[in-house]
């Protein structure tokens, strides 16, 4: 019984993650060529990683803002206050960032 319990915690969980997730901004090849100048290596495929971690490991504590909410530097500060409350990696949290300050970059409308 515990088990199901468990299951049926964890299955609610996700439905909630991916229920948050549809509103966010999915990158294209723009954002790539916008995020070049600072990322050189920038890929489509790492951005859209970066958005995955951002939904997996922000949106279990709080909703997930737009990237547009904040200015590239409030990102930063952001994302380094909430590195250790998260357990982000290294990797998790710059890809992250990465995300998060290429696409509050991106034109609106």
Not at 33 to 39: D, L, S, V
Not at 51 to 57: E, F, G, L, N, P
Not at 73 to 95: H, K, P, Y
Request: charged content about 20%; proline content about 6%.
């Amino acid at each position: 019984m515990a088990t199901r319990l468990r299951f049926l915690h964890v299955a609610g969980a996700a439905a909630l993650l991916t229920a948050c997730a549809p509103g966010l901004a999915v990158p294209a090849d723009a954002d790539v060529t916008r995020g070049r100048p600072a990322h050189p290596d920038l890929t489509l495929d790492e951005l859209n990683q970066g958005r995955s971690k951002y939904v997996a490991k922000c949106a279990g504590c709080h909703h997930l803002y737009s990237p547009a909410a904040l200015e590239p530097e409030s990102w930063r500060g952001m994302v380094a206050e909430m590195r250790d409350r998260s357990n982000l990696t290294d990797a998790e949290e710059q890809a992250i960032l990465t995300y998060l300050t290429v696409m509050s970059t991106r034109p609106q409308g």
